[in-house]
């Protein structure tokens, strides 16, 4: 139970949706002024547009993702919330991101950079975290549960670590224009912005467990849809905008940036925190590999002559949709592919 359905006792469910409305739009004010302080702040440093766009743009658009992460683990006492939005962002991003970027605004070019460093990064992510899950497993005795350590989680942030290593690195010459700001002012706003995120997260989770226990639905399947989505739409329109800025390139090397972060840094994190977590293998494991398999199709696609085209977005939203379609089949009982025998399947 979060702290706001603790104060508030029993409500209705028109309250919660009502209030996860108000978290929505106050999560996505706060992440918007987060994202532009960093930005003033990084120009008037002088840090370069590679850096900015690969590191610090991407972990201030994660902020509504490591506060659902936190809030899960310290206040909810448990990682299924934190875990599922954390997957569903990660296909939301990958998917329909760089799919309405191409369809709004035309064919995206991509680069080798994106491509080979970013996008081939994040699979290594990925595969780092199936990793993990499967060291979990070892350790269960042939339970259901991966039980993932404070220890496996600090080695996916040496994972992180090297990430950042190959920006900087391949930046070490570059560095932008300074540009003179009010540092308190702005570093004022980040720490507001911050606060604005928490509370809106705050209010979204409160929602997505009511919707949860209304419909009677697993509380991890709905942060997969209900909760990525709410957090993940402020995302959305600022690729679009930097699209119709001119800066497709931008709007998709922050996505593998993002979902970069968000797997190997803000989910050790709440690892971290929880002193240790277990996540459902019956159920991580065939999505991960849908995230996998997603993330490689959108990579083999931004190698093609290096750009994404109008019809390629159309196939990337049709294919989220589908996703979000099997979510819901499966959270109201009308499928069952997450379970045992689905897992023995792949797993031959």
Same mark, same amino acid.
């Given at each position: 139970m979060t702290l706001v359905q603790e104060f508030l006792g029993e409500q209705s469910l028109v309250l919660w949706l009502a209030l996860g409305? =108000? %978290? !929505? #739009? #106050?999560? *996505?004010?706060?992440a918007d002024t987060v994202e532009a302080a960093t930005s003033k702040i990084s120009d008037h440093y002088g840090v370069s547009q590679a850096i900015q766009g690969g590191i610090i743009a991407a972990i201030a658009t994660s !902020?509504?993702?490591l506060a659902i992460t936190v809030i899960s683990v310290l206040v909810l006492?448990? !990682?299924g919330v934190g875990a599922g939005a954390l997957? %569903?962002?990660a296909v939301f991003n990958i998917l329909v991101i760089p799919g309405a970027v191409a369809v709004l605004t035309g064919d995206t070019q991509t680069t080798r950079g994106i491509v080979y460093r970013d996008a081939i990064f994040y699979l290594v992510a990925v595969l780092g975290f199936f990793g993990v899950i499967a060291l979990g497993v070892l350790g269960t005795e042939g339970t259901e549960a991966a039980k993932i350590t404070p220890q496996m989680g600090v080695g996916l942030l040496i994972l992180? &670590? &090297?990430? =950042? =290593?190959?920006?900087v690195g391949g930046q070490k010459n570059s560095q932008g224009d300074q540009q003179q700001t009010n540092l308190p002012r702005q570093t004022g706003l980040f720490v507001g912005g911050l606060v604005v995120v928490l509370v %809106? $997260?705050? !209010?979204?989770? %409160?929602m997505t467990i009511e919707i949860s226990d209304a419909l009677d639905a697993p509380p991890f399947l709905m942060s997969v849809t209900v909760l990525s989505i709410l957090s993940s739409f402020p995302d959305l329109l600022v690729g679009v905008e930097m699209g119709e800025r001119g800066d497709q390139r931008a709007a998709v090397a922050n996505v593998f940036g993002t979902n970069t972060f968000n797997l190997v840094m803000v989910l050790p994190i709440g690892v971290i925190l929880a002193g240790g977590v277990s996540i459902g293998f019956l159920t991580a494991v065939p999505l991960l590999l849908f995230l996998f398999y997603t993330t490689l199709f959108v990579v083999v696609l931004g190698a093609t002559d290096f750009e994404l085209t109008r019809l390629e977005g159309y196939v990337l939203l049709a294919m989220y949709l589908l996703f979000l379609l *099997?979510? $819901?089949s499966e959270a109201f009982g009308y499928t069952s592919a997450l379970t045992d025998e689905t897992l023995r399947t792949i797993l031959g």
């Open positions: 409305t =108000v %978290g !929505f #739009l #106050l999560t *996505w004010r706060g !902020f509504p993702e006492g448990e !990682f997957i %569903g962002t992180y &670590a &090297a990430y =950042v =290593v190959l920006i %809106g $997260v705050e !209010f979204m989770i %409160g *099997w979510m $819901v």
